[in-house]
């Protein structure tokens, strides 16, 4: 098997944790584009974005989208990956305001799952109407998995026109409710899909470092960030993302696998 370099995806700040979790996330535009900017440097490639308001609450606002856009853009060039998940609760049209944006990528997820103590809702007429969308706007979507079924729906969308080869997964896993985080798990996910596709695989909290290491050693990709992590090592909050990023990227050179730029990520998902 031909092993790319790595792409590394930071997930800066999620729609759930907040500062009471950990002081350091940043909120703000200005917040996100600086820590956006330190992840570049530690070797992420992508930045996969989510954005608050003026309470510091997920929200899905174009103008917000916009704001932390121009000012990432200002610092650095990675890949945008804007988040069509948004916060468990949000309406279709109200998740997919940033993909109007039209940003580099966006997220697809394929199905819908117990979160917690939530259903994050995504029955076939919502994925439908989001792969169109981001079709319209040419966003290449990353098609997130919490379980496996997802892969099979992210299929039928390739058979029915909606997806193009080569699709880019991420095999979110760890959320109570969804597919456990064993790397038994991971193999079967990785079987699942074809063989011309990219993935990465995004482990919650305490799953991310061995999850993220065995992706290295396989061939795919790995997300790090507070989104899915908190912390450094048990009981220690990290300092930042790019804390995160960083450890990942000498886990990778470790492991003789060089980190992608941003622009050798475009080439590995065809988006250059």
Known sequence: MSIDKLI?????????????????LPVTPAEIAEEAYRCCQAGASIIHLHVRDEDEAA??????????IDKIKGK?????????????G??????????HLKPEMATLTTGSVNFGDD????????????AKVMQKHGV????????????????????????TEPLHFDFVMGVPG??????????????????????SVAGIGRHELPLGTAAIIMGGHARVGFEDNIYFEKGVLAESNAQLVERIAKVAQIH??????????????SLA
């Open 8 to 24: 590394i995806t930071a997930a800066l700040s999620g729609a759930e944790v907040s500062r009471e979790d950990n002081p350091n």
């Open 178 to 199: 969804a597919i456990p985080a064993t790397i038994k798990n991971l193999l079967h996910l990785v079987d699942a899909i074809p063989s011309s596709s990219t993935w």
């Open 140 to 163: 290449k979507p990353e098609v997130e998995v919490f379980d496996v079924g997802m892969v099979n729906n992210a299929l039928q969308l390739l058979k029915k026109g909606l997806l």
């Open 90 to 99: 949000m309406k279709p049209e109200e998740r997919l305001q940033p993909v």
């Open 59 to 68: 929200t899905q606002s174009g103008d917000i989208f916009k704001e932390t």
């Open 256 to 269: 003789n696998r060089p980190v992608a730029s941003p622009d050798q990520a475009r080439q590995i998902l």
């Open 119 to 130: 259903v994050f809702l995504n029955p076939l007429a919502y994925i439908e109407d989001f």
């Open 76 to 88: 650095c060039d990675p890949i945008i990956q804007v988040s069509t998940g948004g916060a468990v």
